[in-house]
Structure formats: C-alpha cells, structure tokens
C-alpha cells in the first residue's frame, strides 16, 4: 500500500510537471516582427474600449476571454495591431514612424526647454459589479531646465487642453456615457513626466557607427532600464518598480487618506529618432506608461459602490510635438502667462495612431447625445 502510494505520487508529479510545461510552451508573445524582440506591457484593448490586459515582462500575452474580441494591442512607436481571436503563435507589430521638425541649435543664453505634447490615455476601472472607463485627450507643456539655472521650470505635464469621455456599465450590462470625468485625478497622465535626471545614456547609443546595440541597467530586483537601438531608432524600456520587493508599490500618502493603493506594475517607453546624430533630449519623439493597479482604500470602494478591490488598468502615450529653447526671462513669463489653447485644438498630430473602435465609439455617443 505504501508504494502504491509514493507511485500515485510520482504520477501525480509527472502529470502536473507535463501540464506546466504545455501551459508554459503555450504562451505566445508580442514582438517586434522585424527583430523578434518582445514587446513589455504592451496595452490590450477589448472590443468596447476596456484595457482589459497588458503583456508582461517578456512580451507573453496574457489569457483574455473569447467574449472580448476582436482586442486591439497598443504599444508605443508601433502600429496598432487587432487581434479577431486567441492566436497560437508570436505576433509581431510593426514599428511606425512619427517624427519631430527639426529643432534649433540653442543658444547659449537660452538654458530652458519648453515642450508641447499630445497626451492621449485610456483607463478602465473594474469593481465588485460596476465598471468604468475614461478616455481623454490633452494638450500639454513642459519645461526643462538644460543649462545651468536656479529656476527649475516643471517637468510634470501642465495642462492647456483637455476633452475627456465616460462610459460607465453595471453589472446587468446597462451603460451610460457623459463628457468629463468625475474628478482630474483619476486621469493617470497627471503623473507623465519627462524624468530625463533619471536617465543616462550609453555610449553605445551615441555611437553613430553603431546600427544596434542592446544595454541594460540593473536595479535591485529586476531590470531598470533596457536600451535597443534599431537603425536610427533607440528605444528605452523602463521598469518603475525594478527597485520594488515583490514588485509591489504601495505610496504611504495614498493609504493616510484613505486611498490605499497597490501599484502591480508601473513602465515607461521611450522612443528617439536619432539618425546620424547623437540621443538627447530633443530627438525623443514619445513615451507611454502603463500601469495596472488594485485599489483598496475605503474611499474607492465607496466612490464605484464596490465590496471588493477595484482593479485599475491605464494606457498613457505621450507625442511631443514642439521643442523651443527660451531665456530664463522668457520661461518665468511663459510660466505666469500660459499658451491660450481651447478644446478644438486638442487633435491628434499626423503619424499617430487611430483610436481604438471601442474608445471611438465612446466618443461618437458622447457627441450623438449632445447634438
């Protein structure tokens, strides 16, 4: 009887071991089609416009229900990419090119950065019984201090525009949309910055002989930031939690207020079309941050009517469409005096992306019920 058990055993541990090993062989990831590169947290979309998923570190596309499709994978300097159904082999996205004018040489007397940028972000809040997911468009500005200088202008976006759109669904299904957004803080761009202090660049980016090069910087669990450079395009992968046990982050001034808060994952991209010139900061055309969330504060609880902790998923891509230099004189004005820009000059530029249908249809309701 005893070995009779201990073989039932063995068994058992051979079948689950195969099973493992089936599942892990099963998993299919994003790539980049032309290098076979994995694409992280890429942003996945269903067919109503819900971010309902993003890859992981390694690219693997995560199990999403056959009811969500088509689904829509979403990752910046690259073509959107629709998916009809579970795919069984690697799929490859094709990069897309969105380029900046030319910026001026900067003087010497001119040591701040001023930056405009189209901000477009998705997120998507699913509770015990309701949901709700926000898209909203914003225009932008930064300002970087590049030279020696006391004032230290803002490297969080300021805000000159927004428009912004609500769908909210409960648990028999019945939804309803409005413009806005209950409460600025729930738009999750407040917090793209362009932390450039962060950053160093390698040398094997600068190197103009160099067609591709890989450097990666370790942080204290994980990978901080993965360098690739692809012809005249550098991308930057970083990882905001590398430093993070468990790679969990939860913000102490969240929970005093009742808003406590679980960030699971937390990455910035960064795209630069160098050509034959050296990484800097004007050469960076855009960015994206993810983030994927659980909320257990009491206070979002009582906000979605929800006895379990909500699960936040948002999309965030940035595109910089202007670069100025300007005296320190000329950014404290700029500063007091803002750039006067109105909802119908918060368009897309040329060479981004369309929206995703579902997001789209988001919007037409929106403007169908006002008209």
């Known amino acids: 009887m005893k070995r009779m058990a201990q073989l039932k055993r063995m068994v058992f541990l051979a079948v689950l071991l195969a099973l493992l090993t ?3 062989g099963s998993a299919q990831r994003l790539v980049d089609n032309a290098t076979g590169t994995p694409l992280p947290m890429a942003s996945i979309t269903d067919c109503r416009g819900n971010v309902v998923g993003m890859t ?17 994978c979403s990752y910046i300097g690259y073509r959107s990419l629709e998916l009809r ?21 900067r003087p010497q007397d001119r040591p701040m950065l001023h930056v405009t940028a189209y901000v477009r972000e998705v997120s998507s809040l699913f509770g015990s019984s309701d949901s709700v997911t926000v898209f909203a468009e914003r225009i932008v ?14 490297v969080f976006p300021r805000k000159l525009a927004t428009k912004a759109y609500t769908r909210m669904t409960n648990a028999e299904g019945r939804d309803s949309v409005c413009r806005g957004v209950e409460g600025d803080a729930m738009l999750w761009s407040n917090t793209a910055a362009v932390l450039f202090s962060s950053f160093y660049f390698p040398a094997s980016m600068n190197n103009s002989d160099v067609v591709s090069a890989v450097d990666t910087v370790m942080g204290k669990y994980a990978p901080k930031f993965i360098w690739q450079k692809s012809g005249g395009v550098v991308r930057c992968f970083a990882d905001a939690l590398a430093d993070s046990k468990e790679h969990v982050f939860s913000p102490k001034f969240f929970k005093l207020l009742g808003f406590t808060t679980d960030i699971t994952d937390m990455t910035r991209n960064y795209v630069f079309h160098v050509g034959d010139g050296n990484l800097s900061l004007t050469n960076m055309t855009s960015m994206s941050i993810s983030m994927d969330m659980r909320l257990r504060g009491k206070m979002y609880k009582k906000f979605a009517n929800s006895s379990e902790p909500i699960i936040d998923k948002s999309y965030i891509e940035v595109y910089f469409t202007d670069y100025e230099y300007l005296s320190v004189e000329e950014a404290k004005k700029l500063k007091k005096e803002r750039p006067v820009v109105s909802e119908a000059d918060v368009i897309a530029p040329p060479g981004v992306p369309e929206l995703h249908p579902g997001v789209r249809q988001i919007v037409e309701r929106v403007e169908a019920l006002e008209n």
């Open 22 to 24: 089936i599942v892990e």
């Open 56 to 72: 992981n570190q390694e690219g693997i596309i995560p199990s999403i229900s056959a009811d969500r499709f088509p689904v829509t």
């Open 85 to 105: 159904q579970p795919v069984t082999d690697d799929v490859g996205m094709t990069p897309l090119v969105y380029e900046l004018s030319d910026v001026v040489v």
């Open 141 to 154: 500005d930064y300002m970087l201090p590049v030279g020696k200088t006391r004032f230290k202008g803002w």
